[in-house]
Protein backbone atom coordinates (compact mmCIF):
# COMPACT_ATOMS: atom_id res chain seq x y z
CA UNK A 1 0.00 0.00 0.00
CA UNK A 2 1.19 3.47 -0.59
CA UNK A 3 1.07 5.88 1.90
CA UNK A 4 -0.85 9.18 1.36
CA UNK A 5 -1.41 12.12 3.79
CA UNK A 6 -4.76 14.23 5.22
CA UNK A 7 -5.91 16.90 6.78
CA UNK A 8 -7.79 16.52 10.08
CA UNK A 9 -9.50 18.76 13.14
CA UNK A 10 -8.54 17.90 16.45
CA UNK A 11 -10.92 19.19 19.13
CA UNK A 12 -11.39 19.16 22.88
CA UNK A 13 -14.49 17.31 23.68
CA UNK A 14 -14.86 19.37 26.62
CA UNK A 15 -14.90 22.75 24.88
CA UNK A 16 -15.55 22.27 21.66
CA UNK A 17 -14.19 25.96 20.62
CA UNK A 18 -11.02 24.84 21.01
CA UNK A 19 -9.42 23.33 18.07
CA UNK A 20 -6.24 22.90 15.71
CA UNK A 21 -6.24 21.42 12.50
CA UNK A 22 -2.89 19.58 11.44
CA UNK A 23 -2.65 19.68 7.43
CA UNK A 24 -0.40 16.51 6.90
CA UNK A 25 -1.25 13.73 8.97
CA UNK A 26 -0.11 10.48 7.54
CA UNK A 27 -2.88 7.93 7.34
CA UNK A 28 -1.46 4.44 8.88
CA UNK A 29 -3.29 1.41 9.49
CA UNK A 30 -0.60 -0.16 10.86
CA UNK A 31 -0.36 2.20 13.58
CA UNK A 32 -2.74 1.56 16.43
CA UNK A 33 -3.32 5.17 17.81
CA UNK A 34 -3.30 8.87 16.25
CA UNK A 35 -0.14 10.67 16.87
CA UNK A 36 -0.69 14.11 17.09
CA UNK A 37 1.78 16.99 18.60
CA UNK A 38 2.16 18.14 22.16
CA UNK A 39 1.67 21.15 21.99
CA UNK A 40 -1.06 21.18 19.48
CA UNK A 41 -2.81 18.90 22.60
CA UNK A 42 -1.88 21.42 24.89
CA UNK A 43 -2.78 24.53 23.19
CA UNK A 44 -6.18 23.60 23.21
CA UNK A 45 -6.57 22.27 26.27
CA UNK A 46 -5.80 18.33 25.97
CA UNK A 47 -5.41 16.73 29.55
CA UNK A 48 -2.89 13.87 29.91
CA UNK A 49 -4.83 11.02 31.13
CA UNK A 50 -2.79 8.12 30.58
CA UNK A 51 1.18 8.95 31.32
CA UNK A 52 4.22 6.34 30.26
CA UNK A 53 2.45 4.84 27.71
CA UNK A 54 4.38 2.18 25.83
CA UNK A 55 4.75 2.09 21.92
CA UNK A 56 6.60 -0.03 19.57
CA UNK A 57 8.02 2.17 16.78
CA UNK A 58 8.03 0.21 13.38
CA UNK A 59 12.16 0.18 14.08
CA UNK A 60 11.82 -1.93 17.20
CA UNK A 61 12.28 0.88 19.75
CA UNK A 62 10.29 1.15 22.86
CA UNK A 63 9.19 4.72 23.73
CA UNK A 64 6.48 6.02 26.31
CA UNK A 65 4.34 8.31 26.05
CA UNK A 66 1.16 10.30 27.23
CA UNK A 67 -2.31 9.37 26.01
CA UNK A 68 -5.37 11.80 25.88
CA UNK A 69 -8.77 12.43 24.45
CA UNK A 70 -9.91 14.55 21.96
CA UNK A 71 -12.33 15.26 18.84
CA UNK A 72 -10.88 13.76 15.47
CA UNK A 73 -12.68 15.32 12.44
CA UNK A 74 -12.32 14.65 8.73
CA UNK A 75 -14.58 16.37 6.81
CA UNK A 76 -18.02 15.67 7.88
CA UNK A 77 -16.83 12.40 9.91
CA UNK A 78 -15.86 12.57 13.42
CA UNK A 79 -15.10 10.19 16.64
CA UNK A 80 -13.70 10.47 19.66
CA UNK A 81 -10.57 8.56 20.62
CA UNK A 82 -7.58 8.63 22.95
CA UNK A 83 -4.65 10.20 20.99
CA UNK A 84 -0.52 10.28 21.38
CA UNK A 85 1.40 13.23 22.65
CA UNK A 86 3.69 12.65 20.14
CA UNK A 87 7.08 14.58 20.81
CA UNK A 88 10.07 15.94 18.34
CA UNK A 89 10.47 13.33 15.82
CA UNK A 90 7.80 11.27 15.60
CA UNK A 91 5.49 10.67 12.52
CA UNK A 92 1.78 12.49 12.92
CA UNK A 93 -0.22 9.37 12.40
CA UNK A 94 -3.82 8.78 11.89
CA UNK A 95 -4.25 5.04 13.50
CA UNK A 96 -6.35 2.83 12.72
CA UNK A 97 -8.70 3.01 15.75
CA UNK A 98 -9.96 6.20 14.38
CA UNK A 99 -10.47 5.38 11.20
CA UNK A 100 -13.12 3.01 12.76
CA UNK A 101 -13.94 5.11 15.02
CA UNK A 102 -15.05 7.49 11.62
CA UNK A 103 -16.66 4.78 10.28
CA UNK A 104 -13.75 5.11 7.18
CA UNK A 105 -11.51 2.26 4.73
CA UNK A 106 -8.17 2.96 2.99
CA UNK A 107 -8.79 2.59 -0.62
CA UNK A 108 -5.33 2.28 -1.37
CA UNK A 109 -5.04 2.56 -4.89
CA UNK A 110 -6.69 5.86 -5.09
CA UNK A 111 -4.66 6.88 -1.75
CA UNK A 112 -7.97 8.46 0.01
CA UNK A 113 -10.41 7.58 2.93
CA UNK A 114 -13.57 6.13 1.95
CA UNK A 115 -16.94 5.65 3.40
CA UNK A 116 -17.13 1.86 5.23
CA UNK A 117 -20.25 1.44 5.19
CA UNK A 118 -23.19 0.31 6.94
CA UNK A 119 -21.93 -1.05 10.63
CA UNK A 120 -22.07 -4.51 11.83
CA UNK A 121 -24.46 -5.15 14.26
CA UNK A 122 -24.61 -7.90 16.77
Known amino acids: MGTFYTKCKIENSA ?3 KSV ?3 RMLVDRGSEYTW ?3 KSLEK ?3 AREKN ?5 MANGQQVTRSVGFAI ?3 DKHFTIDEVVFAERGDLLL ?3 RSLEGLN ?3 DSRRKKQVAAGPLPAA
Open 44 to 46: IGI
Open 52 to 56: DVLFV
Open 36 to 38: VPA
Open 21 to 23: VLS
Open 94 to 96: LGA
Open 72 to 74: IRL
Open 15 to 17: DRT
Open 104 to 106: LTV
